[in-house]
């Protein structure tokens, strides 16, 4: 089975945002993976509300929304409001896992948790059967261009295990310092989804390093 490709707008062109998009639209992706960070929960921030309401303007692939916020519980009606077709939060962010799951679930958007690289996947073992998605960060969350973390083929094989155990339905997904050289090896660990952000919008081709990633 083939990978999905969720293209990582944070990477993009800000001033050729509209054309970014639009070559993705023409693209073999899959998703439009969208980045929220607010300082707080990651040493960085991003964009928001008035981005997104745009985005979904021009965009013909589903969103998948990231939040890495803290206190998401209040934001879920807006993210689905200005598109969000998955909307995934962080089991570091989030007091009262189940219930927030359940909130995403209740906006009518896919429910994803993601976990940080230091975070086993032990801890999702009484959720697992909630959720659609489960994130693993191969980097430490808050900025592009960093180096993958080789540990998350290894905590992809695990995820994979709890979720066939478990009878789940749940994807992987990764997100950070996927490539084309990488990519093959996380399908291997039975990686589903594949964020790439700098190795698709800093190439001098990406139409055709999606089309490599979606056939690694």
Known sequence: MLPLIAPSLLSANFLKLEEEIEMVNRSEADWLHLDIMDGVFVPNISFGFPILKWVKMVTEKPMDVHLMIVDPDRYLEQFREVGASIITVHYEACTHLHRTIQAIKQT??????????????????????????VLLMSVNPGFGGQQFIEQTYRKSRELKTMILEHGSDALIEVDGGVTLQNARGLADAGVDALVAGNTVFSSPNPIETIHQLKHC
Request: proline residues 8%.
């Open 108 to 133: 009518g958007a896919k429910a994803g948790v993601s976990l940080n690289p230091h975070t086993p996947v032990l801890l999702l073992q009484d959720i697992i059967n909630e959720v659609d998605l």
